[in-house]
């Protein structure tokens, strides 16, 4: 019986810092305009080598530079009709808080959103 429960917890523990990766499609870059307390597009692009990588509660998106994301709460998680969300509260490099939030809609898109209080980051990723 003790094997038994050894065995379950080294697999929780191996399975919560597996590393998993994906490949950024397009990413979108958004203002928030102070005016009209809207977010307006103001680039978009297809990247060649973008990746976005999940390491326990580390979030690490890789192009020509590198942006680490830590979360530091649990997932506020939303299901709707169209797509199921999980939030989390998070500081990137420098320690700045923002919110990331993962959303994968019916249809197959899978987009990840970086908060802050002024600037939206989207990253649609290939099928997961």
Known sequence: MKNLILI??????????????FRVREVIISKLNKET???HIVQTSQ??????MVF?????????A?????????PIKRTTYDY???EWQCTDDENIRCRLALIRYNNGKTIIFITYSD??????IENI
């Open 37 to 39: 307390k809207e977010f």
């Open 66 to 74: 590198k942006s680490n994301y830590r979360i530091f709460d649990q």
């Open 47 to 52: 990247p060649d080598n973008m990746t976005l």
């Open 119 to 124: 600037i939206l980051i989207a990253y649609e």
């Open 56 to 64: 326990g509660n580390l979030f690490t998106v890789t192009n020509k």
């Open 8 to 21: 379950v917890c080294l697999l929780f523990t191996i399975q919560a810092h597996t590393q998993v990766t």
């Open 84 to 86: 199921r969300e999980n």
